[in-house]
């Protein structure tokens, strides 16, 4: 047994680490918080540039060839710096669709732009489960001619191509490939908690499209899609704990009060102890999540379910936390504080909530 | 990242399997958890035996009664003696706790005799720290060795001392001088249970058991050669041994959570399954996210330890999460049995007599090797380097330092 990443592993985390904090300071996020930016141009041509959204896409098909390790440590660095860019949509989510459901020719067409980051790529997800006031994915297929409307799309104003689950006249579910470069797409930005990772809601009129692979095998290929963004989303999450246990803990210890530091306060270490003790287990499960990736296809299911479950109530409990340990000064616009905590409500929806994922999970502990 | 054994490991697994189907007791579903006393005489038989077939201690070097194998091999064995009914973390203390302190600090000649002895539970172990004065702020003990020639005269009190009514030896932290700080006072050794001036008087639990002990010294004598580490130097020793019985115990520990998941599986309320219950369904997840991140920590902390590294304050982590959890649970479990949860009658309710049991021992394991708000502390001071808490006797010589309440 070796539960721990390899040491080029770590390499590759220490280097995108040392990037990210040069070129994407929390203050990053905020400017997409105050600019209204689909997201950071700049910043994503530079991590395409170094590679990333390539890690896990076969060298065959214009990638580096290496493993969901390598994209699980920069997820993590990703989440700490809370990097405005479309990489859950595009990398967790397209490339991955596109990996596990498309035909070997669809591959070879449309991996390579989204390995070298020219083209971006969003994916309208059927819902999880269909709340009162509405659906979220009502998009239909005939004959691959898609209508309907898909909400809360990921990074839809930014993407070049849309991935979109939609049913057929048949009432199959299948993923379609649409280019949102067509006027039969109308897209809309939908404000989000998190502007940092903007949603857009896209309408279909008779749009052209083109089904993934056969179209065949939708269930298995849409559970291992969630299962493998769980996974990479987990890292993404433990990122952001870890960065806001380290800012309550610099805060707190530089401010004073009834003479001492906060930080030497019981109440403030104990809040800080819960939040290292939550962040720990969620990133032990995690771990256990990219092996299950990588290598225990049998195990994966349950184990991200596990990692997702326990980095939403980690990420959740550390943000928050981190505003309490700031007093006043958490509360402001001004403060990074509130970049993590709507970074944590975000993630913790987007392909999926917790009852969801709660559910997945126990069902696998029932069944096994 | 790998949780493939090697192929050395999986044919040291499946020699620890086939060992086991031919030696262990399988468990019995239903079956209460028997009292700590009661399964004394059965837990020295088990060593013995594991320790015969050369299982014992298998990270311990083979001349002092271990196999010269790695920590991986304990959690396989630990994995697989898991599926049975065996109890073999009875001696955890004496071996997880007292077994590193000879290890580190006795003479060759000492370990040769001492630690197959221990290994095998031919002789037991116990471990003096807490006293009457000192439990959390344990270096506040003044339990005092005087040196006479080449002896030391002990006297003074320990309490909670779990197991000394069995133990054939003990480790023990005394203070040998009062004149300077209270951490730089002590000095720690190991002594004869069975000689005069040493008494052991059982206390009674709020479980109704007695495996814990107050034990008392009146001059009692130990030969300097008993002496673990230098004069003066015994918090260090300490601190060895408390990080060793973390370590020991995150494997072995208990959370509650396959009892729960069994009993969530087998019942009905109402005529429904309570597994269709949303409400058990969610407390279900979030306890198996506890269970499951416990584990894989547990073997994060193990891979760190078998690339060199020492077992760190990390550890505190599982103590901390496991032993509030299988409190929660056995509450839990004893809520969804309604009306007959409380009924100690095994006839009638098979499947509550372990959460009754756990539900009144669990509060002891949130205080043993340290409680829930010093495992907090140790967290935050050790792991996150926040600020110590102010102390009130920091610089004080040990005999200039108020004391308060002193009966337990
Ligand atoms: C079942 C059991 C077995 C045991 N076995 C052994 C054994 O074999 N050998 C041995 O040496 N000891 C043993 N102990 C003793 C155990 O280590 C102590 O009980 C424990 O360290 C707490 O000390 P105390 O009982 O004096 O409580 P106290 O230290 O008096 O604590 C009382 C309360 O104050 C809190 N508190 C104390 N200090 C702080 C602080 N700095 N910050 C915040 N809160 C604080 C505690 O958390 C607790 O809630 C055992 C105890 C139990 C219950």
Redesign the pocket.
Known sequence: MNFDFSDDQKTIQDQARLVLSRECPPDRARQALEHARAYDETLWKQVAELGWPAIAIDEEFGGLGMGYLELCVIAQELGRAVAPLPFTASVYLATEAVKLCASDTQKAEWLPQLASGDAIACVALPETRSINHGAINTVTASDAILNGTAQAVLHGHAADFAIVAARDDAGRMAFYKADLNNSAIQRQVQPTIDPSQAMATLQFTDAPSEPLGNGEGFSHCYQQLLDRAAVLLSFEQIGGCEAVIDMAKTYTEGRYAFGRQVASF?AIKHKLADMFVAKELAKSNAYYGAWAMTDGERELPLAAATARVSAINAYYLCSKENIQAHGGMGFTWEFDCHLYYRRAQLLSSVIGSAPVWKNRLTEQLLTA | MDFKDTPEQAAFRAEVRQWLTANARPKQSGAGRPSQAERYDDAKRWYKKVADAGFACLDWPKEYGGAGLSQIHKVIWSQEVANYAEPDGYFV?GIGNCGPAIMHFASEQQKQHLLPRMASAEDVW?????EPSA????AGLRTSAVKQGDKWVVNGQ?I???GAQHSDYGVILCRTDTEVSKYRGMTMFYIDMRQPGVDVKPIKQMDGDAH?NEVFFNDAEIPDSQRLGEIGGGWGAALLVLMNERLAISGVQPDGFPELLQLVKTLQIDGEPVSDNPSVREHLADWYCQHAGIKASTNRMLTAVAKGGMPGAEAALGKLVGAVMNQDIANYALQLLGESGPVMNPDFAPQQAHFQKTALFSP?IR????????MR?IIAEQVLGMPQ?PRADKGMAFKDIPSGNQSA
């Open positions: 019981q | 203390i116990c471990q003096m720290f807490s439990g959390s702020d344990v320990k909670w001392t779990s814990f002891g205080l043993a090797g340290g409680t829930d708000e010093v502390n808490e």
